[in-house]
């Protein structure tokens, strides 16, 4: 199936002892660039998520936002730094002599000296905690993919609507094809007929021209190729996968066929024609840069 490079997925853990929310969305890029906000503390996990993403996407600007909330009661601990205490004790009892005020420190007053007392964060289990984090990620790029997809059938559909009508121009190019040859020689000849005043004219002498005005103003080839290269395209969308590199290359090629059946074209109808091939092959270039 065809992916959109547009997407946007969430997901959210949340039990007794945290809550983990992740948030993914994605624009347009030739390459997959993804850029990760999430808590310092968890930064250590950014190299297994960027891996697990690639499992997901190949291609676009991709964002993760993840929140984390931890609701464990005994994840901190108090620890009392004695010999800091002491060397706080020992220099207050110093400027009692040096100064000979009396010292009337107390423990409730040196315990809120700095560093006494600090609360210091204990080690999470980092399995246990990557395998909640894996799994809220799996799920928010799951819902991702799936908004890629939906959006890609859109896509599709409306590619190959615009492939029908290019069709179409192809068709009322080869048509009409016949009728200028056809009119290009009878221009001739009158155009001699007046100039010589004479009813014989040498049908040679036309011929000759009118298969040199043929050769220049040929563009067979020209539709052979769009039209082989709109069936690949239908083909390539109905074959799905990454495919968006391949569609470009190949609107470019179509683009390129269209350019020289307008500059061959002498023909005001034709040339509007292949100016609206033009404009569609345009549409349908733009459209495929949405697609991973």
């Excluded at 310092?40 to 891996?51: A, P, V």
């Excluded at 050769?215 to 190729?225: A, G, I, M, P, T």
Aim: contains cysteine.
């Amino acid at each position: 199936m065809i992916k959109s490079m547009t997407g946007f997925g969430r997901a959210e853990h949340c039990d007794e002892k945290r809550k983990i929310t992740v948030e993914i969305k994605s624009v347009n890029h030739r390459y997959l660039d993804v850029n990760i906000k999430m808590p310092k503390k968890l930064g250590f996990f950014e190299t297994s998520i960027r891996n697990l993403l690639k499992e997901y996407m190949q291609r676009g600007k991709v964002d993760l936002y993840m929140t984390y909330e931890d609701f464990a009661e005994d994840n901190f601990s108090l620890k009392y730094n004695r010999d800091i205490a002491a060397a706080y004790l020992r220099y207050l009892n110093e400027m009692e002599k040096d100064f000979g005020i009396e010292n009337d420190i107390r423990i409730s007053v040196l315990s809120r000296y700095p560093e006494v007392f600090t609360l210091e964060e204990m080690e999470v289990d980092e399995k246990e905690l990557w395998s909640d984090m894996e799994a809220v990620i799996r799920s928010a790029c799951e819902a991702f993919v799936k908004s890629r997809l939906d959006e890609g059938e859109n896509l599709k559909n409306d590619l190959i609507g615009k492939l029908d009508g290019m069709l179409n121009y192809v068709e009322e190019i080869e048509k009409r094809a016949p009728a200028i040859i056809e009119e290009y020689r009878q221009k001739i000849k009158d155009k001699v007929s007046d100039m010589l005043s004479d009813a014989s004219i040498d049908e040679s002498r036309i011929l000759t021209e009118v298969t040199l005005y043929a050769d220049r103003s040929c563009v067979d080839e020209e539709l052979v190729r769009l039209r082989s290269h709109i069936k690949g395209t239908v083909d390539t969308l109905n074959a799905g996968g990454s495919v968006g590199r391949k569609l470009d290359f190949i609107a470019q090629e179509m683009n390129r066929e269209a350019n020289t059946i307008l500059s061959k074209s002498t023909d005001l109808s034709t040339s509007n024609v292949a100016i609206d091939l033009k404009t569609d092959i345009e549409k349908v270039r733009e459209q495929i840069q949405n697609i991973e």
